[in-house]
């Protein structure tokens, strides 16, 4: 069955949000390698790393990948705020290295011109690359909602970035259940996931399908409008999830959740346990 999680907080050291996962019964977790609203931050210590390998090995946890900072804009047409998003990113890419990440998950990027901004984000992307080449990390190019200019948000562009990529191999996808919804692809019944994913299978290829993040969603379908609810209490609906969680096809993958929550996490307990009331398995 498929690995069960929420993001967690790194508050207080990296090593911490594996604990907050395993408090609440998370078998995997997302997290920030650093604070998501700044740009700067402290290099790992040694210490800081050895006790995350430390409290990954005994919790079980597995896996533990990131997200990249919310600053960083890959598609951007401003010279200045590209060149800074890059070293960013090239930064995290090297903690996640550092930490023994697995995926680097990150919004493609933004611009309002398509055909810019897509050459703008591969040609980003091949520099990170080739800069980290041998760094074991793969970076998840995430499905988004399409609001505001936010590119990656049809399947074509996704499937484009990684085809004109010089290292496809070291690029997947993160599939985000509130982001596609409102872009347009449902998945409320078994002939509509069927048909979503048998077009992302087309397009893209569902060997690149590496983790997904499960938000049910407060927009329409094709509204484009990226607000996440809490499982079931959304537009999409628990048969939606009940019916992603029971695909054969994603049990091996890595599922998290990243609802609004509160600072004691409630929530991230109440949502895993609705969705493994969904499990058939």
């Known amino acids: 069955m498929p690995r069960l999680g929420a993001h967690m907080s790194i508050a207080g050291g990296v090593d911490q949000a594996i604990w907050r996962g395993k408090s609440i019964g998370c078998e995997t977790i997302q997290i920030f ?8 931050a402290k290099p790992l210590t040694a210490e800081e790393i050895s006790r995350f ?11 533990v990948f990131a997200h990249t900072s919310y600053l960083i804009n890959l598609g951007s047409p401003d010279r200045t705020l590209w060149l800074k998003s890059v070293a960013s990113f090239l930064e995290e890419m090297e903690r996640c290295a550092a930490l023994g990440l697995p995926y680097l998950v990150t919004h493609p990027g ?69 982001h596609t919804f409102v872009a347009g692809y449902d998945i409320r019944t078994p002939e509509a996931l069927t048909a979503t994913f048998k077009v992302f299978d087309k397009i893209i290829g569902l060997d690149r399908l590496k983790a997904i993040h499960l ?31 029971n695909e054969p096809r994603f049990q091996e993958l890595p599922m998290v959740l990243e609802t609004p929550k509160g600072p004691e996490m409630e929530e991230d307990v109440e949502n895993l346990r609705v969705l493994r009331s969904l499990l058939k398995y």
Request: proline share 2%.
């Open 215 to 245: 938000n049910d969603s407060r927009g329409d379908l094709g509204s484009r409008i990226d607000r996440h609810e809490h499982i079931g209490k959304g537009k999409l609906g628990l048969e939606a999830f009940r019916l992603l969680l």
């Open 33 to 40: 390698t650093k604070s998501a609203r700044q740009w700067r």
């Open 53 to 63: 390998k430390r409290a990954r090995e005994e919790s079980g946890i597995s896996p």
């Open 110 to 178: 933004a611009n309002a011109e398509e055909e810019e901004g897509l050459d703008r984000i591969r040609l980003a992307l091949d520099e990170i690359l080739e800069r980290t080449e041998g760094s074991g990390v793969m970076i998840l190019l995430e499905t988004t909602a399409g609001q505001g200019g936010t590119l990656g948000h049809c399947f074509e562009h996704l499937a484009r970035l990684i085809k004109k990529s010089r290292y496809p191999e070291r690029l997947g996808i993160c599939y985000d259940t509130c």
